[in-house]
């Protein structure tokens, strides 16, 4: 259930082992548990999202720090989807529920693109020397020796994103001010209530759990697609006549959603030639519907009029799809833009 980059990276430097999933595409834990069994010893890390930006699934992750620790692993918890919606303890070292690392992404968090942070034991950054070597990252440098850094100065290279950070602690603090608490029962109260409508809309087919009942244990992250109907063209509709920004496609985590459609992997093999060949037009994927906390109920309304008109074919544009990317556009459709920003 890994976005691309809680994985990609594990692969480059280490034998991955996939956990699997229930058929819902939540963690199968039973599966974890016999894997740890299996690798005993073997395991390094355990890296794992905290919430799944496709589905919304929120994992147990303080019971499976436990198991990783009692079968000496570390755990990274990817918290880029759960930061802006949940509160997140890592804990202190000596509660066996503790995390060993976190990571997050600022732009999730209402701040600029372009930052994050990496946020681990200390005693993990102090051993051995930086990925990324650079200005900063040393204490002093003869032409045949280098004293590096105290962290987390060895490991932040180059001229820092300044901006970014200062934006990020702001974003951290605004949110905590807000209150965690009130986000997720705001998000809750939104996810219920448009898995409640959604789930009555004829030709929808809602992915992950589409319980309203159990709204409260995930988050705000809904995905679908309309029968019968290209992902990428009413995620098209939704933008161009409604003003509804909704992502379409596999979101960075190709495998889980391959998984969540049950493409068979002949199917899987013809759209990997297609793609290599320049062509995503049949790519599968999902309609991803996701709130923020600026979200309200009636636009929760508004989406689901919307799908509502599209799946009968009420929509105006005559659509066209790009071969290279898969996207659809409507004829003629020519935003003002300068009607909305200046410079
Ligand atoms: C669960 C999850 N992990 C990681 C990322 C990657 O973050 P970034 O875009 O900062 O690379 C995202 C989203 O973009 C995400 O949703």
Same mark, same amino acid.
């Given at each position: /259930? #890994? ?12 034998? $991955? ?23 005993? *010893?073997?395991?390094? /890390? ?13 994992? &147990? @992750? ?28 890592? *804990?202190?070292? +000596?509660?066996?529920?503790?995390? +060993? !690392? ?9 701040? &600029? ?15 051995? #020397?930086?990925? !990324? ?24 290279? *180059?001229?820092?994103? $300044? ?29 219920? !209530? ?28 809904? &995905? ?37 459609? +049950?493409?068979? =992997? ?8 297609? /793609? ?7 790519? =599968?994927?999902? @309609?991803?519907?996701?709130?923020? /906390? ?7 309304? @508004? ?32 935003? +003002? ?7």
């Amino acid at each position: /259930m #890994e976005h691309h980059s809680n994985d990609l990276p594990w692969r480059a430097v280490a034998q $991955v082992v996939h956990v699997g999933l229930d058929k819902r595409g939540a963690l199968d834990e039973a599966d974890f548990d016999r894997q740890l069994a299996r690798y005993r *010893g073997r395991v390094k /890390m355990v890296a794992i999202s905290g919430g799944s930006n496709v589905t919304g699934f929120i994992n &147990p @992750v303080g019971r499976l720090a436990a198991k990783a620790h009692a079968a000496g692993a570390h755990i990274l918890v990817d918290c880029a989807q759960l930061a802006p919606h949940r509160r997140v303890e890592m *804990g202190p070292l +000596d509660d066996p529920e503790h995390l +060993d !690392y976190i990571a997050l992404s600022a732009h999730k968090m209402y701040a &600029p693109f372009g930052t994050g942070a990496l946020i681990g034991r200390r005693d993990t950054f102090e051993r051995g #020397e930086p990925d !990324y070597r650079g200005g900063g990252t040393i204490e002093i440098v003869t032409t045949d020796w280098v004293e590096w850094a105290d962290p987390p100065d060895r490991d932040e290279a *180059g001229s820092p994103n $300044v901006v970014g950070a200062v934006a990020l602690a702001a974003a951290a603090r605004a949110l905590t001010a807000i209150g965690m608490d009130a986000i997720a029962a705001h998000e809750a109260e939104l996810t219920a !209530y448009a898995l409640e409508r959604l789930g009555r809309l004829p030709g929808i087919r809602l992915y992950g759990d589409p319980d309203p009942a159990r709204a409260a244990t995930r988050l705000g992250v809904i &995905p679908f697609n309309l029968e019968g109907m290209s992902h990428f063209l009413v995620a098209a509709i939704l933008g161009t006549e409604y003003g509804i920004g909704v992502r379409n496609g596999c979101f960075c985590a190709h495998p889980y959603v391959l998984y969540l459609l +049950d493409v068979d =992997p002949e199917e899987a093999e013809r759209v990997r030639m297609a /793609m290599l060949a320049g062509d995503r037009r049949a790519m =599968p994927g999902l @309609v991803r519907a996701s709130f923020g /906390m600026y979200n309200t109920v009636e636009e929760v309304d @508004v989406l689901v009029e919307a799908l509502e008109a599209i799946r009968a074919g009420r929509y105006h544009g005559d659509y066209v799809q790009d071969q290279a990317s898969g996207d659809y556009t409507a004829v003629g459709w020519q935003p +003002d833009f300068s009607r909305y920003f200046t410079l």
